[in-house]
């Protein structure tokens, strides 16, 4: 498993407090940006950044993304214009869990005004740990969110 993940200005510092975490658990990463503090960097870059790399994964490994932004709202929007992305906004593990077992979410969306690292890391663990429903009600409904 390998966690891709992205964050603007807002959520830069979540997105490195969630780095440090992610290097104690031993969790494979990648930093898609942005690497350093600019309160004019723009959130779709990174969200598109984290999105390709989602839709590009082949379908043998498994790899999630997390996007980080003040309100979670704006890459999720970003990220989810892309085929076979399914960003999601989580600001509890009831609601990551819900998604990634529903929705088959690939795409963890955190808001920085309203997550800590605290909050965070429950909210991850569950993303990472819910498996997808495979019923044929849940494929049914995940193709459709594929659909143009």
Not at 49 to 69: F, K, W
Not at 107 to 125: G, K, N, S, T, Y
Not at 137 to 145: S, T, V
């Amino acid at each position: 498993m390998k966690i891709i993940l992205g964050a603007d200005h807002r959520g830069y510092e979540l997105k490195n407090q969630i780095i440090a975490w992610l290097q104690q658990a031993r969790i494979d990463y990648f930093d898609a940006g942005a690497t350093k503090f600019d309160a004019e960097d723009d959130y779709n870059d990174y969200a598109k950044n984290v999105a390709l790399s989602i839709q590009n994964t082949p379908a043998d490994l498994t790899r999630y993304g997390i996007l980080v932004c003040g309100s979670a709202q704006g890459v999720a929007m970003q990220a989810n214009r892309y085929r076979g992305v399914r960003a999601a906004i989580c600001d509890a593990a009831d609601q990551a869990a819900e998604t990634r077992s529903h929705n088959d979410a690939n795409i963890l969306c955190l808001p920085a005004d309203r997550v800590d690292i605290e909050q965070a890391i429950p909210i991850i663990e569950t993303f990472l740990q819910t498996a997808a429903l495979t019923g044929e009600k849940y494929q049914r409904r995940n193709k459709k969110l594929d659909e143009e």
